[in-house]
């Protein structure tokens, strides 16, 4: 029997432009016409089995991920002459020497914490540092460390010169999450991104619920999407 993702949100997902025909309820305009879907629910036959982002690398837990957690660059798969990976949570880069990348951050992104905790250097470093001591570490070949410039840059060491070392970044299991939610204890801190949507309610076997961020920061700049 198939799974469900189930997503409540105000507005379409993004995901919604590619599935045409999905089940949901719609919302009326004030003219009586269909504004747009209220609920969006997507049937999948791969089961949702963990959403702790660098703890896994499944498909399915990839689908919850990509919603509620973002990179620091975005693959976009070179369409509409674009470059195949551009800025996300990074605004741009640069390699100051072979073995040394000095990144810029948005200074707009929050955590979906309830708090609007900022994203800062420091949560970049936390995660790329922690992502050496999980199963994820295999995307990042060459790294060696990381190190706070100021709040909103950071450098990034690897032991050679790597191009495609950016491109890496863009694996869904290195999204950045907040070094404060792990240093506060709180319960299940991989679950905080910084993503449009974030996580409702989780019942293993049967849905996954995400909820639209109502304050997100629009990354629909980068995408080139307008998510309303």
Same mark, same amino acid.
């Given at each position: 029997? *198939?799974?469900?993702?189930?997503?409540?949100? !105000?507005?379409?997902?993004?995901? !919604? +432009?590619?599935?045409?025909?999905?089940?949901?309820? @719609?919302?009326?305009?004030?003219?009586? $016409?269909?504004?747009?879907?209220?609920?969006?629910?997507?049937?999948?036959?791969?089961?949702?089995?963990?959403?702790?982002?660098?703890?896994?690398?499944?498909?399915?837990?990839?689908?919850?991920? *990509?919603?509620?957690?973002?990179?620091?660059?975005?693959?976009?798969?070179?369409?509409?002459?674009?470059?195949?990976?551009?800025?996300?949570?990074?605004?741009?880069?640069?390699?100051?020497?072979?073995?040394? %990348? %000095?990144?810029?951050?948005?200074? #707009?992104?929050?955590?979906? #914490?309830?708090? /609007?905790?900022? +994203?800062?250097?420091?949560?970049?470093?936390?995660?790329? #540092?922690?992502?050496?001591?999980?199963?994820? =570490?295999?995307?990042?070949?060459?790294?060696? /460390?990381?190190?706070?410039?100021?709040?909103?840059?950071?450098? %990034?060491?690897? $032991?050679?010169?790597?191009?495609?070392?950016?491109?890496?970044?863009? $694996?869904?299991?290195? $999204?950045?999450?907040? /070094?404060?939610?792990? @240093?506060?204890?709180?319960?299940?801190?991989?679950?905080?991104?910084?993503?449009?949507?974030?996580? #409702?309610?989780?019942?293993?076997?049967?849905?996954?619920?995400?909820?639209?961020?109502? @304050?997100?920061?629009?990354?629909? =700049?980068?995408?080139? %999407?307008?998510?309303?």
């Amino acid at each position: 029997m *198939k799974k469900l993702l189930v997503f409540l949100m !105000a507005a379409l997902m993004i995901v !919604a +432009m590619a599935i045409a025909g999905c089940g949901g309820d @719609d919302k009326k305009a004030d003219n009586g $016409s269909t504004a747009h879907k209220e609920k969006l629910v997507i049937g999948t036959d791969a089961d949702i089995n963990n959403l702790n982002l660098q703890k896994q690398q499944d498909a399915a837990n990839n689908v919850i991920l *990509k919603n509620t957690h973002q990179t620091l660059v975005f693959f976009n798969n070179g369409s509409q002459g674009k470059e195949r990976f551009g800025p996300g949570l990074a605004t741009d880069w640069k390699f100051v020497d072979d073995t040394h %990348i %000095i990144m810029n951050l948005r200074k #707009d992104v929050y955590f979906n #914490d309830g708090k /609007k905790t900022p +994203m800062t250097a420091d949560d970049v470093k936390f995660t790329l #540092d922690m992502a050496m001591k999980n199963v994820i =570490k295999s995307a990042l070949a060459g790294y060696v /460390k990381s190190t706070v410039k100021d709040k909103y840059q950071i450098e %990034i060491e690897i $032991s050679s010169y790597n191009n495609e070392f950016i491109q890496s970044l863009s $694996s869904v299991p290195l $999204s950045i999450q907040s /070094k404060k939610a792990y @240093d506060d204890g709180v319960k299940e801190p991989w679950l905080i991104g910084t993503g449009p949507y974030k996580y #409702d309610k989780w019942v293993q076997g049967e849905y996954c619920r995400l909820t639209k961020v109502k @304050d997100y920061w629009f990354y629909n =700049k980068c995408w080139g %999407i307008d998510l309303d």
